[in-house]
T-cell receptor
């Protein structure tokens, strides 16, 4: 069964601190892995997308890593800001036949709260 | 570029009533998705369209949920009759190649 598990479930950190969120998956065949940020009351917004051959990708203060051998990914947030308070969702895309859009499996997300 | 549009943003209905949600994807995006997101959980795929054909509706409760995408552009999702457990945010997304773009969602409360 295709699954995506994230940890921790929730996290509280002080503004300015760094944090790392974890994602483990069992989706196969693998196509790509995405990290989304979802603010309360809004739809998810993509932060990074990584394919099999990529093991790190950055987007500003967000850096995602991927180990396709162990099927693990992490999202590192540097110098956190209050606006980083949101849910971070790991999504793994399953490769399908040519011409058919891929199927996504979503994690349940990590709820991050950045405080003063 | 305009994003994915959804309406209404909020809806409150009583159980056993019917409700419909509308989604207008980004222009040119062939693939359209409807997701159900229960509070505290990640989105769950309900149905995926490619143009006006259904690619995946394996998790759509077909006894009460229906969706259509006439002409391969905008789409509607209907629930009839609604149950209390249908209370959730319904997200529409569209995609081109790898990237998937989400709309703001419709928050449904069933009382």
């Amino acid at each position: 069964k295709n699954q995506v598990e994230q940890s921790p479930q929730s996290l509280i950190i002080l503004e300015g601190k760094n944090c790392t969120l974890q994602c483990n998956y069992t989706v196969s065949p693998f196509s790509n892995l995405r990290w989304y940020k979802q603010d309360t009351g809004r739809g998810p917004v993509s932060l990074t997308i990584m394919t099999f051959s990529e093991n790190t990708k950055s987007n500003g203060r967000y850096t995602a890593t991927l180990d396709a051998d162990t099927k693990q990914s992490s999202l590192h947030i540097t110098a956190s800001q209050l606006s980083d308070s949101a849910s971070y969702i790991c999504v793994v895309s399953q490769r399908r036949s040519t011409g058919t859009a891929s199927k996504l499996t979503f994690g349940t997300g990590t709820r991050l709260q950045v405080t003063l | 570029e305009a994003g994915v549009a959804q309406s209404p943003r909020y809806k409150i209905i009583e159980k056993r009533q019917s409700v419909a949600f509308w989604c207008n994807p980004i222009s040119g995006h062939a693939t359209l998705y409807w997701y159900q997101q229960i509070l505290g959980q990640g989105p769950k795929l309900l149905i995926q369209f490619q143009n006006n054909g259904v690619v995946d509706d394996s998790q759509l409760p077909k006894d009460r949920f229906s969706a259509e995408r006439l002409k391969g552009v905008d789409s509607t999702l209907k629930i009839q009759p609604a149950k209390l457990e249908d209370s959730a945010v319904y997200l529409c997304a569209s995609s081109h190649l790898y990237e998937q773009y989400f709309g703001p969602g419709t928050r449904l409360t069933v009382t």
